[in-house]
């Protein structure tokens, strides 16, 4: 299995598995009052993580054949989905307008997250991350008034 077909695997496994967590769960792991670990299904003892490899010291490329830093814009950076979930713990716009910018989105990431949202995609990233909060938090609040009366 190759490491891209991995990661989107154990993406999925993730993905599920936070979905099925409460509101309070969810909002601890943003917060950092918890953690995730893993566990063999065995014995239930904690997996430690594996030794990562050193990385081979390399020269950087000449001006002349170094890569461009644009990516295409059909490659999105983040997992949208769990963007969508940690907005969704936050209980007010500047919340979750704080949240975005500590995840510094790309323009590209952001319409990744309206897709998730099933909203439009088109837009500046200002506008982009307006009408982001706005589905996610700002009908929230708009709700919560109406109900009040």
């Given at each position: 299995?190759?490491d891209?077909?991995?990661?989107?695997?154990?993406?999925?496994?993730?993905?599920?598995?936070l979905a099925?967590?409460?509101?309070?769960r969810l909002?601890?792991?943003?917060?950092g009052?918890?953690t995730?670990?893993v566990t063999?299904?065995?014995d239930g003892?904690?997996?430690?993580?594996?030794?990562?490899?050193?990385a081979e010291a390399?020269?950087?490329?000449?001006?002349?054949?170094?890569?461009?830093s644009?990516?295409?814009?059909?490659?999105?950076t983040?997992?949208?989905?769990?963007v969508?979930?940690?907005?969704?713990a936050?209980?007010?716009?500047d919340q979750?307008?704080?949240?975005l910018?500590?995840?510094?989105l790309s323009?590209?990431d952001l319409?990744?997250?309206?897709?998730a949202?099933s909203?439009?995609?088109?837009?500046?990233?200002?506008?982009?991350t307006?009408?982001i909060?706005?589905?996610t938090?700002?009908n929230?609040?708009k709700h919560?008034?109406?109900?009040?009366?």
């Amino acid at each position: 299995m190759s490491d891209l077909a991995l990661l989107l695997r154990l993406q999925a496994c993730v993905n599920s598995f936070l979905a099925g967590l409460s509101r309070d769960r969810l909002v601890a792991l943003v917060e950092g009052r918890a953690t995730l670990s893993v566990t063999d299904r065995v014995d239930g003892r904690p997996l430690a993580a594996a030794p990562q490899p050193r990385a081979e010291a390399v020269s950087p490329p000449s001006p002349a054949t170094a890569p461009r830093s644009r990516r295409p814009s059909s490659l999105a950076t983040i997992d949208a989905e769990s963007v969508v979930v940690r907005l969704r713990a936050c209980e007010t716009r500047d919340q979750g307008a704080e949240l975005l910018a500590e995840i510094n989105l790309s323009a590209v990431d952001l319409r990744q997250v309206a897709k998730a949202l099933s909203i439009p995609t088109s837009g500046r990233k200002d506008e982009l991350t307006k009408k982001i909060l706005l589905m996610t938090l700002g009908n929230r609040a708009k709700h919560a008034g109406l109900r009040q009366g």
